[in-house]
């Protein structure tokens, strides 16, 4: 999981530099292709839930985090940098929400 949030920190970096001032957007689609996937791996990866009455709610943010990627990536391919800075905004607060009840 470590590793994982660390390879996620670093595709959303890059991807952050970018969509502040979007320049060949469409070629960044890989990077949120990664994201989606390390999403889809994180809610498959519960361990970190010690409590089995939260599982849903690590469900419910790994489930966001992923679906927001993958709408990141098509609004990336199309070239909306607009409409990609805003879901790429709205998904990174999901972070720290996670983290808040989840990181130790
Ligand atoms: C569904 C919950 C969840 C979401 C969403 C989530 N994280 Fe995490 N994150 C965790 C947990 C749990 C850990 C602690 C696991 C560990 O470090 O072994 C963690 C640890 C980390 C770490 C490790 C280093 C540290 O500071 O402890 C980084 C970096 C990180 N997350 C970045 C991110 C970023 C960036 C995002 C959003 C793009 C994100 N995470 C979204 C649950 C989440």
């Not at 996620?8 to 996937?37: D, I, M």
């Not at 519960?46 to 992923?66: G, I, M, N, R």
Request: with cysteine.
């Amino acid at each position: 999981m470590h590793r994982m949030m660390e390879e996620l920190e670093l595709q959303s970096g890059t991807l952050r530099r970018v969509l502040k001032r979007p320049r060949r957007l469409e070629t960044y689609s890989q990077n949120a292709a990664v994201l989606v996937v390390l999403g889809l791996a994180m809610e498959a990866d519960t361990h970190e839930v010690k409590d089995p009455a939260k599982l849903p709610q690590w469900t419910t943010w790994s489930k966001e985090y992923h679906q927001a990627m993958s709408g990141l990536n098509t609004a990336i391919k199309a070239g909306d940098g607009t409409k990609a800075k805003s879901i790429f905004d709205a998904a990174n607060e999901g972070c720290s929400t996670c983290h808040g009840v989840f990181r130790n």
